[in-house]
């Protein structure tokens, strides 16, 4: 079907957009984003091998595909996110999630002096504008912390690797479910070590957070990372990173319509520059 990559780009980034207004109603319930991090990939784990089971699909990895599914587990999954959290206690979490955003300029870099692809102008112009989209969303003046800054710029370095691994190394030929089991299953342990080592785990949470967590590890699981999947394989990397920004746009129009957030002009700006760039790279 023609469109079918960017369609389900389009509806992976929403509801990636749509987690963190969930997550906040497990926040409350004394979850944190490390627990609810480890909760996204581990509740799904059981269900995804479930699903293998009942298709009669088999479980088997042969050496290189089980090699690279534990580099783009722990580097271009579990890393990003370890990075990002890190990010968090030292500069503001709005901050840390734009500069994380960085991740389609490198892409588009990265694919044309890496691996020789050749990029338009229309979409090199779709990644500068989706980039500095995002920068209107935050005012990266009201912190100074270099670490902070570093940490977010790496988290987004390493994410970009996550969907550019996806896209060259033959994994998104694998089959979703299966490639979706190895990847939480890897993710869980990764994060659950950190979280010990940190002592950012915390399971005393209430039963509401709880089921949001299923709901998100849901969400999430069977939706957002199969169809990311689907739509790399379909659109390549670099179209990939420039639709996902779409999952801020999301976030900010949920965050006004449920939760009474303010949207200031800077983040209108942004929103509209975003979609201008999903656009250019749409057509």
Known sequence: MKGKGKLCLLTSAFIYGLTPILAKITYDGGANGITLTFLRAALSVPLLYAILKADGKSLYLTKTEL??????????????????YMAYSYIPTGLATTLHFIYPLVIVVASAFIYHEKISRAKLFSAVCVTVGIFLFVDIA??????????????GVF???????IDRSGLDAMDYVKLTFYLMLTMS????????????????????????SAVISLLVTLGATPLFQVGVREEGASTAGVMSTFEPITSVALGAMFLGEAVGMAQLIGCAMILTGVVTAQR
Do not use: H, M
């Open 67 to 84: 090699k690279r599914v534990i580099i783009l587990s722990v580097f271009g999954g579990a890393l990003p996110i370890v990075l990002l």
């Open 142 to 155: 009201s912190s100074a912390d270099q670490i902070g800054i570093i940490l977010a710029l790496l988290s």
């Open 159 to 165: 994410y970009s690797f996550y969907v550019i691994y």
């Open 189 to 212: 342990a990764t994060i659950l070590i950190f979280g010990v080592a940190v002592n950012e785990i915390n399971f005393d949470i209430t039963p509401q957070a709880w089921a949001y």
